[in-house]
């Protein structure tokens, strides 16, 4: 894993605009983080934490996304004999 400062993609269920993936962020009514086109960039650890006036409550969620990349193999051709 790399390791590199925190970046806040969504405060008070706002998109921040100045991020380069913002345009591919959702955020749920039940606060699910969906995001369309995935990248191998937007693999890492992400937190979310719930603010009520200004108040941290509960505990952070986190979830770690990894990005794999699969590619298919040309099909060999197989001569009949």
Do not use: M
């Amino acid at each position: 894993f790399r390791y590199s400062a925190a970046v806040e993609l969504i405060a008070g269920g706002i998109k921040k605009k100045d991020t380069e993936r913002h345009e591919r962020l959702s955020l749920e009514s039940d606060c699910s983080l969906n995001i369309k086109n995935v990248t191998e960039e937007d693999y890492g650890l992400y937190t979310c934490q719930q603010f009520v006036n200004g108040q941290k409550q509960g505990t952070d969620a986190r979830v770690s996304l990894h990005v794999l990349h699969v590619s298919v193999s040309p099909s060999s051709s197989s001569s009949s004999s």
